[in-house]
């Protein structure tokens, strides 16, 4: 195992995960890698919740994006965690952040890092950063993910680091660590295309910082795959004749342009349908690597793809680390604040996909909250693409729970991405192109393609009775929220 | 005058402004100069505006952003306007927009240009630029503003041209004329600060499509300069002192970073207390150049200024072309989707402020709407810089008409920047810096720092039982609107 740390000098810093973890001290800020479950922390946070259960400790934690193997459960069960950002999937933690017992800050994923270097944010004591091995500069070569981990390595006082001895070392080279320069010295990023490289292939540390070297061998939390259903795949069937009569016009060619697509069933579904289309040569640049990019290579229809993360099944691991050589040159792990920045996501001239919990008749999305107060996850990097896009999609399903939620509503309860950067809105029902419409026209186009039919009546009837009472965005503001109103009351949107 | 046309073939183009205005056809697209009234079409649209109130002619009405001389309003009187985008400030248009009678898409000025390059907008039949002279080869050398001319010049079928003679020809070299090259091919904008100059002088355009060109001598309609009054001043006091705070604390220099700016009264109370404050070296990465950019230039403080268009008193306009060989040096004018790219905002690390109409406990801002409904501008620019800027800051008054409103509020009745994308809320009351809080964090320093003290208690009141309920956002969806409700039916929004 110690040939996985090069530089010898480190040798001496081997230790075990409760001994790292004492590092970390009561009100302390944490960087931690991890992103979308990939690349995270297995061994010293988990350390670090078992000793919160004795002991009053309490830290902020920053970390690329969601922590795998319900580390970030346990560490609020144990109450470890004060304030948390920029994002996180957990339901444990989740109950504790709205229960208002855990802060916790929703971040556009391109900018955690842009706000530590600006010290616009509390300075980071301790970095932990998952390894595949480090390097004989002391530079340290990722694993499944890149995230916030150059930041936190550049800017923490102190690095553990946690060498997990499950990713081959010949995982060396998929990586392009880049940083912009700080302000006001920054010049151009210069990447033009979804494959450029640009950066070096380790993360650079000053060696004397690293306190503590870990070794583990657990893989990361597999993604869960939901099959696609019927709803998903009418979902992604409008998407995809929404792509092929958009280069029946010449808007587009049939490699489209490069693709970003959020995690779940719906963004799954839509990459799949592109296995049996007539486009070729795609490619990404989004943040997550999902099965369905490596099923999509497999079948000689994605050509590169460029994100921040490997994030997969465990059948999909074990197939990309075994044909690792296959992969590589198609493929490249960057740091978030690169893959989610907004001048490359306008310069490549995106095409991005991503899930909304609820959209109104204005086109306005809430990506994160339910009924306007509880956060299920965060906005993650929905709005650093949303925001910049060349295309801006979202997709939702028209109603659920048997149909008692309408996902498409007179007014969102909670707005993440306003209507100036919504494009195309898709549920099972159809898609709407809003595209050049003023508000009436978007709302009337939403309610003829998109909205369940069960709503359809009752959401024209809001909509023609706010024109009656005029204005160029026409509401009635005192019965805008009354269908989620009604769900809480009754456990039911509909009259 | 006909030495303003070089390129001599053009001179039989030399018509009356109602011979021009003939050229545009009921249903066609046209695409105006004029950005923030500053190098606006002056006879054609206004020819077009008077023939309207005998003919049934109906067009969509593009302009880099609002137009002067009532343009907007002749146009819309005369039933002219089918749809405008992407700004306006006019009363009449403004309420014919409200009245559900002219569609208004309210849009990123950063997008337009980008839209119609894409083909996601309906191509442009005709444009119209003023100009100060036509160069030998046929291209524009235009006047006080950029905005989309460049693109609607390239993209138009025919182009008609003002030539402004109040405009003196020694104009050429303060426009950086530069456009990014289509989909998939793109490449890097090479500004790396605001001084930068990468592109030619005069606008390229096919001598060909030139189809008529007008001669004209009317100035700019001048901008309205509010004096500072109390309010302003007390915000320019807030906003200062932060920022030298900032530089106690090292985050800054006394430079400070690239200004972006708003139009009205508050950011020239702020632009003004820069002259009698420490700072030194400053520059600007804005839209508009306004009085106060000229005042801070004069006074030593500002080095350069860069943005899309000069918009300033009378006064001030003479003082700017009797002086031109001092100022050409210190600013430059860029294509709107140049002076407002994500890219550039994020790469150069903008300080922006820019004018809430409201904004709620979580620092969610309504820039448009009053009440939600009713527009009054448009989002302009204020988007494009608070999504990518190193420092996104918001201004209000906390209270207004004799306090009956507050600008202060449970939920904003529109959104237009999210919490994500606001930084720092300043009212006369106080500032809130918000960075690095969470949501219920971000509430209780917005009831401590910016709200009126008669809308204290309440707004207190309801962040407590909101709280109580639960929820990462607290809210109560059946009350969060009911301070506009209140106004609404009683004329105060106080119980």
Redesign the interface.
């Known amino acids: 195992m110690l040939e996985r740390i090069r530089l010898e000098n480190l040798h001496n810093k081997v230790t075990t995960a409760e001994e790292a973890a004492k590092i970390i001290k009561d009100g302390m800020v944490i960087g931690s890698s991890g992103f979308t479950k990939a690349g995270d922390s297995k061994a010293v946070l988990a350390a670090l919740a078992e000793r919160g259960k004795n002991e009053n400790l309490k830290i902020t934690l920053m970390t690329g994006a969601s922590l795998g193997h319900g580390t970030d459960g346990k560490l609020a069960e144990a109450n470890v965690i004060k304030?948390r950002m920029p994002f996180q999937v957990d339901p444990i933690l989740r109950n504790k952040?709205?229960?208002?017992d855990i802060?916790?800050?929703?971040?556009?994923l391109s900018?955690s890092a842009?706000?530590l270097h600006?010290?616009?944010?509390?300075q980071l004591d301790v970095a932990v950063i998952e390894a595949a091995y480090i390097e004989r500069d002391g530079s340290i070569v990722p694993t499944t993910s890149v995230g916030n981990s150059v930041t936190f390595a550049a800017m923490a006082k102190k690095v553990i680091i946690e060498i997990n001895t499950q990713v081959p070392e010949d995982v060396y080279g998929i990586h392009d660590i880049y940083q912009?320069e700080d302000?006001?010295f920054?010049?151009?990023?210069?990447i033009?295309?979804p494959w450029n490289k640009i950066g070096r292939r380790s993360i650079p540390v000053d060696p004397e910082k690293i306190e503590a070297i870990v070794f583990t061998d657990i893989k990361d939390s597999p993604a869960d795959i939901a099959k696609p259903d019927h709803k998903t795949i009418a979902i992604a069937n409008h998407l995809l004749h929404f792509f092929e009569n958009e280069v029946a016009?010449?808007?587009l060619t049939d490699?489209l342009?490069?693709i970003q697509a959020g995690i779940g069933k719906v963004a799954n579904a839509v990459l799949t349908g592109f296995k049996d289309s007539n486009f070729y040569d795609l490619t990404m640049f989004s943040e997550v690597l999902q099965d369905s990019t490596f099923d999509l290579i497999d079948a000689g229809k994605l050509s590169f793809a460029s994100a921040s993360s490997i994030t997969v099944s465990k059948e999909c691991y074990d197939r990309v680390f075994d044909n690792l050589q296959k992969y590589r040159e198609k493929i490249v792990l960057r740091p978030q604040n690169i893959s989610n920045?907004?001048?490359?996501?306008?310069?490549?001239?995106i095409i991005a996909i991503n899930t909304a919990i609820e959209f109104d008749i204005y086109g306005?999305v809430n990506s994160t909250?339910i009924?306007?107060?509880?956060?299920m996850n965060g906005?993650g990097g929905s709005?650093d693409f949303a925001?910049?896009a060349?295309?801006s999609i979202f997709v939702t399903q028209a109603a659920s729970k048997e149909n008692k939620i309408s996902h498409v509503l007179p007014m969102v309860?909670?707005?993440?991405?306003?209507e100036?950067d919504v494009?195309i809105l898709v549920t099972d029902v159809g898609l709407a192109d809003l595209?050049?419409?003023?508000?009436?026209?978007r709302a009337q186009k939403i309610i003829d393609n998109c909205v369940h039919p069960d709503y359809k009546e009752e959401l024209q009837s809001y909509f023609d009775r706010?024109?009656e009472?005029?204005?160029?965005?026409?509401?009635l503001?005192?019965e805008?929220?009354s269908w989620?109103?009604r769900l809480?009351e009754k456990g039911i949107m509909k009259k």
Chains 1, 2 share one sequence.
């Open positions: 304030k952040i709205n229960a208002g802060l916790f800050i929703d971040q556009h900018e842009e706000l600006a010290k616009n944010l509390q912009a302000y006001p920054r010049n151009v990023i210069p033009v295309a016009l010449g808007r490699r342009l490069p920045t907004p001048g490359l996501i306008r310069r490549l001239g306005n909250h009924s306007g107060t509880k956060i906005i709005g925001r910049n060349y295309l309860s909670h707005t993440d991405h306003t100036h494009d595209r050049g419409l003023a508000p009436r026209e706010a024109c009472r005029g204005g160029h965005t026409p509401h503001l005192e805008a929220f989620h109103l809480a």
